[in-house]
């Protein structure tokens, strides 16, 4: 247990913007689908992501990109159970675990990860359970629907209230089973048209009433145009923009130049309080 990596609380308590590096072990996510299906692959990314400087690492093995189809549950731990293994008590950094079947985050939060990142946020009630049982933190996602059918409901009155409104509901029901590190995330990319998604990082600032560090995923997604592979300025733009307004955790996939822009931000940033 003293090899384990500090808890997210310990993290937070330095003030500064943190950093969650991505690591896919899937055929079919947007931006690095099959590159890390290899293990020993996926293990080496591991340890480049915390030394490009990342915070914590957040590892999936299920696309959620919209259209994306569920991968059973076996399936998953199948990719994780391998690279996991070979990471616990060797990674410098956290581990979070992108799922939302409470079987997975069990069996993974048993092998060493310390947070799970849960796109339905605490969708299947036993999810709650398994995370309060470990004492993991808990990421909580807003997303209509599933991956899926996501994009058919980009339909808001007030987006940014409504997503606000949704994440409080589900913070209430994290904080009754128990839970205490809960991080929100009003999920840019999931259920959102461009327009709502650049709407919610201009009034990301609202979501801090909600007493809980906030988490926001632009990297590389369509909102920010051109074609994945060009996507790397609008992500930092993004990025930068979100901390200024509020957000203490950045999801990224290119750690070293979201580092660099972090640091500077950052620096900015103190000159200013």
């Known amino acids: ?9 310990d993290l937070l308590a330095f003030g500064r913007p943190l950093l969650l590096g991505i690591l896919n072990v899937t055929p079919d996510s947007f931006f690095d689908g099959n590159q890390y299906l290899d293990i020993p692959r996926a293990v080496a990314r591991a340890h480049q992501i915390a030394a490009e400087g990342a915070d914590l690492i957040d590892i999936g093995a299920e696309s959620s990109r919209p259209g994306a189809q569920a991968v059973d549950p076996s399936d998953q731990l199948r990719r994780l159970l391998p690279v996991l293994e070979q990471l616990a008590g060797q990674l410098t950094i956290p ?5 939302t079947q409470p079987s997975v985050a069990d069996r993974c939060l048993a092998l060493g990860a310390t947070i799970i990142n849960d796109i339905t946020a605490l969708g299947d009630p036993a999810m709650a359970n398994v995370c309060q049982s470990h004492r993991a933190a808990v ?3 807003h997303m209509p629907g599933i991956p899926l059918t996501m ?3 980009c339909h808001y009155t007030d987006v940014a209230a409504e997503v606000k409104h949704y994440l409080q509901k589900r913070v209430d029901y994290a904080r009754a089973a128990g839970l205490k590190d809960i991080v929100i995330d009003p999920g840019l990319g999931f259920g959102k048209t461009a327009q709502q998604n650049f709407e919610l990082l201009a009034r990301l600032g609202e979501f801090q009433s909600l007493g809980c560090p906030i988490l926001v995923g632009p990297s590389r997604k369509s909102f920010l145009g051109q074609d994945s592979s060009q996507r790397l300025p609008g992500t930092i ?6 901390v200024f307004a509020g957000a203490r955790i950045v999801r ?3 750690v070293q130049a979201c580092r660099q822009a972090l640091d500077t931000t950052e620096a900015i940033l103190k000159h200013g309080r």
């Not at 247990?1 to 609380?9: C, E, G, I, Q, V």
């Not at 581990?95 to 799922?99: K, P, Q, R, V, Y």
């Open 1 to 9: 247990m003293d090899s384990f990596p500090p808890a997210l609380r």
């Open 95 to 99: 581990i979070s675990i992108d799922t």
């Open 139 to 141: 990421i909580l996602m």
């Open 151 to 153: 994009q058919q409901h």
């Open 237 to 242: 733009a993004a990025v930068v923009t979100a």
């Open 252 to 254: 990224v996939h290119d």
